[in-house]
């Protein structure tokens, strides 16, 4: 999984907040960059654990690749 996937899915299990969830999901699907998210004051401190989780390699792949599969829109 690539890195703002796996960001993607930590940010959105980080909280219970339907905003938060939503910028993952828009994160996700390429509607907002981390560098964007960085600068919303109420997502900086879950978007630096998730990127500190993702540094210690303790996700479950398979568990990404599910969030990936519900939430990613395609276009056709």
Known sequence: MDKVTCIAFLLYHS???QDIQEKAIQL???D?????????PSIQAHLVM???ALRKNT???LQVQRFAEEF???EV
């Open 15 to 17: 909280s219970k907040s």
């Open 28 to 30: 996700l699907n390429g």
């Open 32 to 40: 907002v960059s981390i560098r964007e998210l960085k600068r919303i």
């Open 50 to 52: 998730a990127e500190s």
């Open 59 to 61: 996700i479950d792949k």
């Open 72 to 74: 990613l829109l395609l």
